[in-house]
Nanobody, 114 residues
Framework: VQLQALGGGSVQAGGSLRLSCAAP????????MGWYRQAAGKQRELVAT???????NYADSVKGRFMIARAVAKNTVYLQMNSLTPEDTAVYYC?????????WGQGTQVTVSS
């Protein structure tokens, strides 16, 4: 099962990027969708998640700058990233979870230059 993540790229500090990730329709009853990131030499960390009811959770480092949204009918999750800093540079992975399984996307690179 492949989650397709789109929208990564390079941007200068203070800029914005929007990521999107679509899960195949074959994945049913998704409970949570979200984004994680992994910077070079660091562990993968949570960025933001959103439940099927719309409850959101953000890492402290992105609160007020990033916004997660979800199109339930399309099995798609979005991440609007504003006021980007070089510390946001990482490979961003989308993640989705059902009651019985979890899936990861292939990752998309986000690079923020100062």
């Amino acid at each position: 099962v492949q989650l397709q993540a789109l929208g990564g790229g390079s941007v200068q500090a203070g800029g914005s990027l929007r990521l999107s990730c679509a899960a195949p329709e074959s994945i049913r009853s998704i409970s949570v969708m979200g984004w994680y990131r992994q910077a070079a030499g660091k562990q993968r960390e949570l960025v933001a998640t959103i439940t099927s009811n719309g409850f959101t959770n953000y890492a402290d480092s992105v609160k007020g700058r990033f916004m997660i949204a979800r199109a339930v009918a399309k099995n798609t999750v979005y991440l609007q990233m504003n006021s980007l800093t070089p510390e946001d540079t990482a490979v961003y992975y989308c993640h989705t979870r059902t009651s019985v399984d979890a899936y990861w996307g292939q990752g998309t690179q986000v690079t923020v230059s100062s």
